[in-house]
């Protein structure tokens, strides 16, 4: 599913965060918009517990931590700081349900998602005005959002009797010989704040829709929308106790709340979400327990501009892919490699639209790039973009300059990347992209491939021929073809290779990610002889 055109989402009245089982703190401080200089009243503070059997509840230690908003600094969100022994009280209560869980008809299932669905859907006006609180996003990324995760609780519902089986060849007399799908167990799901609401649904629903129980571990930057959020939900749709349980945390406990997690016996797999950094640690400590996992990481996405490209419809493609969600998505473009015989006609136009990008509050209506989700994050952006200038690197748009209120840089294009650069090859996961001009395909599928990531490419061609050749040539995994790399769509199996992760979401390659194969023989006529 690709973004709604222009002007589709328009911001509301943002309303509070309305949700089931939640308790909320009344405040009303006046603040004073950094940037603007504007005077508002904050949003009423949100308090919200872990969600164990169905109930929410604080933590065993009492302790909370802080979901703060990236463009006012203020704390949005109170959530509970759950720590391993909320974990193992997560797990009891996903362990104690999976058999009911399991042995429900899919129709039971398929009700309850569906509902979810339509549920999510209605949310719509509500999740935009979260995510702008809780993580920065704009208007249009956050509908997207609520609208792509409806869809994945529709598909997850229509996967409910996808799990299908085979009758296999025997040589044995008299036997029927079968392959089935059974679901795995307890699955833990990781989830993070960047497509908060798409990727916390995404986590849990094809694992529930096979029959699995799940706890869920939102990131610590969208305890809510990528987390809570999807529990009340599911909670209102007629989701039992217990078949989905969220453990939030304060970050400083990430670490043993996940070895927690993965570690305890009864979870029988991991799904993650996140950087390679990360997810290499996740992969590692899955691997210790013999537990398999789905890992869907960074990507360093190339976009190809062929020689005979429609340079506008180019820079359109270039200019969603990079700067979508202030470049804050797995899928981006880091690398815009044009062919030389429009490099400087494309930069040229490439570099007006982004410097016309409106960039700042992302309440405001029309705002197009709104704060990345940190100040730490906005550092290490502009650190990237500063040493690659240090370096001989040129700025086509943009400085790469942090500004007020210390989570906006405004989008910035490079020129002159070179491979002693850090940005050549890491992933910038901010509002920024490169572009390379290139002699020719060879080149540019040869610095396509020169990456330890991959993900997802786009190509861009009037001739759909040589762009499918080309997408067979690109080591990632997925490739759109006259398009850019940023889509998603539920019944598509989704993830990269190399270190983008392996495993897939998505389709039935994510309706087997989530079930076990099981082999079953009934000796239907006769006995069996036994030499002994």
Same mark, same amino acid.
């Not at 949310?123 to 990324?141: D, F, K, Q």
């Not at 691997?287 to 789905?294: G, N, T």
């Not at 070179?418 to 996961?429: A, K, N, V």
């Given at each position: 599913?690709?973004?709604?055109?222009?002007?589709?989402?328009?911001?509301?009245?943002?309303?509070?965060?309305?949700?089931?089982?939640?308790?909320?703190?009344?405040?009303?401080?006046?603040?004073?918009?950094?940037?603007?200089?504007?005077?508002?009243?904050?949003?009423?503070?949100?308090?919200?517990?872990?969600?164990?059997?169905?109930?929410?509840?604080?933590?065993?230690?009492?302790?909370?931590?802080?979901?703060?908003?990236?463009?006012?600094?203020?704390?949005?969100?109170?959530?509970?700081?759950?720590?391993?022994?909320?974990?193992?009280?997560?797990?009891?209560?996903?362990?104690?349900?999976?058999?009911?869980?399991?042995?429900?008809?899919?129709?039971?299932?398929?009700?309850?998602?569906?509902?979810?669905?339509?549920?999510?859907?209605?949310?719509?006006?509500?999740?935009?005005?979260?995510?702008?609180?809780?993580?920065?996003?704009?208007?249009?990324?956050?509908?997207?959002?609520?609208?792509?995760?409806?869809?994945?609780?529709?598909?997850?519902?229509?996967?409910?009797?996808?799990?299908?089986?085979?009758?296999?060849?025997?040589?044995?007399?008299?036997?029927? /010989? *079968?392959?089935?799908?059974?679901?795995? !167990?307890?699955? $833990? =799901?990781?989830?993070?704040?960047? #497509?908060?609401?798409? &990727? +916390?649904?995404?986590?849990?629903?094809?694992?529930?829709?096979?029959?699995?129980?799940?706890?869920?571990?939102?990131?610590?930057?969208?305890?809510?929308?990528?987390?809570?959020?999807?529990?009340?939900?599911?909670?209102?749709?007629?989701?039992?106790?217990?078949?989905?349980?969220?453990?939030?945390?304060?970050?400083?406990?990430?670490?043993?709340?996940?070895?927690?997690?993965?570690?305890?016996?009864?979870?029988?797999?991991?799904?993650?979400?996140? /950087? *390679?950094?990360?997810?290499?640690?996740? !992969?590692?400590? $899955? =691997?210790?327990?013999?537990?398999? #996992?789905?890992?869907? &990481? +960074?990507?360093?996405?190339?976009?190809?501009?062929?020689?005979?490209?429609?340079?506008?419809?180019?820079?359109?493609?270039?200019?969603?892919?990079?700067?979508?969600?202030?470049?804050?998505?797995?899928?981006?473009?880091?690398?815009?490699?044009?062919?030389?015989?429009?490099?400087?006609?494309?930069?040229?136009?490439?570099?007006?639209?982004?410097?016309?990008?409106?960039?700042?509050?992302?309440?405001?209506?029309?705002?197009?790039?709104?704060?990345?989700?940190?100040?730490?994050?906005?550092?290490?952006?502009?650190?990237?973009?500063?040493?690659?200038?240090?370096?001989?690197?040129? &700025?086509?748009?943009?400085?790469?300059?942090?500004?007020?209120?210390?989570?906006?840089?405004?989008?910035?294009?490079?020129?002159?990347?070179?491979?002693?650069?850090?940005?050549?090859?890491?992933?910038?996961?901010?509002?920024?992209?490169?572009?390379?001009?290139?002699?020719?395909?060879?080149?540019?599928?040869?610095?396509?491939?020169?990456?330890?990531?991959?993900?997802?490419?786009?190509?861009?061609?009037?001739?759909?021929?040589?762009?499918?050749?080309?997408?067979?040539?690109?080591?990632?995994?997925?490739?759109?073809?006259?398009?850019?790399?940023?889509?998603?769509?539920?019944?598509?199996?989704?993830?990269?290779?190399?270190?983008?992760?392996?495993?897939?979401?998505?389709?039935?390659?994510?309706?087997?990610?989530?079930?076990?194969?099981?082999?079953?023989?009934?000796?239907?006529?006769?006995?069996?002889?036994?030499?002994?």
């Amino acid at each position: 599913m690709r973004m709604p055109a222009r002007g589709m989402w328009t911001r509301p009245n943002p309303p509070e965060y309305l949700s089931v089982r939640k308790k909320v703190r009344p405040t009303n401080p006046e603040l004073v918009d950094s940037v603007s200089g504007r005077s508002y009243v904050a949003s009423v503070t949100v308090n919200r517990g872990l969600v164990i059997a169905g109930t929410e509840a604080p933590a065993a230690s009492g302790r909370t931590t802080d979901s703060v908003n990236p463009w006012t600094g203020q704390a949005y969100a109170s959530v509970a700081a759950g720590s391993p022994d909320d974990v193992e009280r997560a797990v009891d209560a996903a362990a104690s349900a999976f058999d009911a869980w399991a042995a429900a008809k899919p129709a039971e299932r398929r009700t309850i998602l569906l509902r979810a669905a339509e549920l999510l859907a209605a949310r719509t006006p509500e999740i935009i005005a979260l995510m702008a609180e809780e993580v920065g996003g704009v208007a249009p990324w956050a509908g997207f959002n609520a609208m792509l995760a409806a869809d994945m609780l529709r598909e997850a519902a229509a996967a409910a009797t996808q799990p299908v089986g085979q009758v296999l060849a025997t040589n044995a007399d008299g036997v029927l /010989s *079968t392959l089935q799908r059974v679901p795995k !167990g307890v699955v $833990a =799901a990781i989830s993070p704040w960047n #497509a908060p609401v798409i &990727l +916390g649904v995404r986590a849990v629903a094809l694992p529930l829709a096979m029959g699995n129980t799940v706890v869920l571990k939102p990131s610590e930057d969208a305890p809510i929308a990528c987390g809570l959020l999807i529990s009340d939900v599911l909670h209102e749709a007629g989701l039992p106790p217990g078949v989905l349980n969220v453990v939030t945390n304060d970050r400083a406990d990430a670490p043993e709340i996940v070895e927690a997690l993965i570690g305890d016996p009864r979870v029988r797999m991991v799904n993650f979400t996140g /950087s *390679t950094e990360v997810g290499r640690k996740v !992969g590692m400590l $899955a =691997a210790r327990h013999l537990k398999p #996992a789905v890992l869907e &990481l +960074g990507g360093k996405n190339p976009l190809l501009v062929l020689d005979d490209a429609d340079l506008d419809y180019a820079v359109d493609a270039a200019v969603f892919g990079s700067f979508m969600n202030a470049g804050q998505i797995c899928m981006c473009v880091d690398r815009i490699i044009v062919d030389r015989s429009l490099a400087a006609d494309f930069t040229a136009r490439f570099a007006a639209r982004v410097r016309d990008l409106p960039c700042g509050d992302p309440r405001t209506s029309g705002t197009a790039i709104g704060p990345v989700i940190s100040p730490e994050a906005a550092q290490r952006v502009s650190r990237l973009i500063e040493e690659s200038v240090g370096k001989g690197a040129g &700025l086509a748009a943009g400085t790469g300059e942090v500004e007020a209120p210390g989570t906006l840089i405004r989008p910035t294009v490079l020129t002159d990347v070179t491979p002693d650069m850090r940005i050549h090859h890491e992933e910038i996961f901010g509002p920024a992209t490169v572009i390379y001009p290139v002699d020719g395909v060879e080149e540019a599928v040869a610095l396509a491939n020169d990456t330890t990531q991959g993900l997802t490419a786009g190509v861009i061609t009037e001739n759909l021929a040589r762009g499918l050749e080309i997408a067979g040539r690109l080591r990632t995994g997925i490739v759109h073809v006259n398009d850019q790399s940023i889509a998603d769509e539920p019944q598509a199996p989704f993830g990269g290779v190399k270190e983008s992760g392996y495993g897939r979401f998505g389709g039935q390659a994510g309706a087997e990610a989530f079930t076990d194969t099981r082999w079953v023989t009934a000796q239907v006529t006769g006995h069996q002889h036994y030499p002994i």
